[in-house]
């Protein structure tokens, strides 16, 4: 009974350091940046990427929300600061879509293929591009078409998320091991 409470004591200590340590990794891959306009390019839907594949969705989703709780709260986390306004200014809509987008990738599977492992990423990045546009959109006002906001938002990105992706995409097997020891 006493070796059962100590492993999920053990196993509960893991999961926090890894939250933690998730949070931090996020905080410090929105500072890696390139301003393009509204939206910086950033290593952000990289880390998100990576945590999801090597904590699964539950603990990866865990960490997103404790890193946007960080910079609601004040903390300088983000591109360019904190606090509540930036999660309804122009990034806003991308950083909710960063939950979407670990749950997703949390679920890929050990043994999935490299091609399937590719369009998952694929898949996963694009909750985050949907919701940013859309509070893009708003934020630019609705008035706007939508080719206008596309074009500020996400066309400037897709070529580095590719990128993102097919190094996520042939370190796949190596991440995905991780998994085994959180």
């Known amino acids: 009974m006493h070796v059962i409470e100590v492993s999920n004591n053990f196993k509960i200590i893991k999961s926090v350091v890894a939250v933690i340590f998730g949070s931090v990794l996020l905080a410090i891959s929105s500072k890696i940046q390139t301003p393009f306009t509204l939206v910086p390019a950033t290593m952000q839907t990289f880390v998100v990427l990576f945590l999801g594949m090597v904590l699964g969705y539950k603990l990866a989703a865990t960490t997103v929300i404790l ?93 580095i998320e590719i990128y993102k992706i097919l190094i996520l995409t042939v370190l796949s097997k190596q991440i995905l091991k991780f998994r085994k020891f959180i």
Not at 127 to 154: C, P, R, S
Request: hydrophobic share 55%; net charge neutral.
């Open 67 to 159: 890193y946007l709780i960080e910079g609601s709260i004040g903390l300088p986390v983000f591109a360019k600061g904190g606090g509540f306004a930036y999660l309804v200014g122009p990034t806003g809509g991308y950083l909710i879509g960063f939950v979407l987008t670990a749950l997703f990738v949390g679920m890929i599977k050990i043994k999935n293929d490299p091609i399937v492992i590719f369009i998952y990423l694929l898949f996963s990045v694009s909750a985050t591009y949907i919701l940013g546009l859309l509070g893009l959109w708003n934020y630019m006002g609705l008035d706007k078409n939508f080719n206008e906001v596309f074009l500020v938002g996400a066309q400037p990105f897709l070529l």
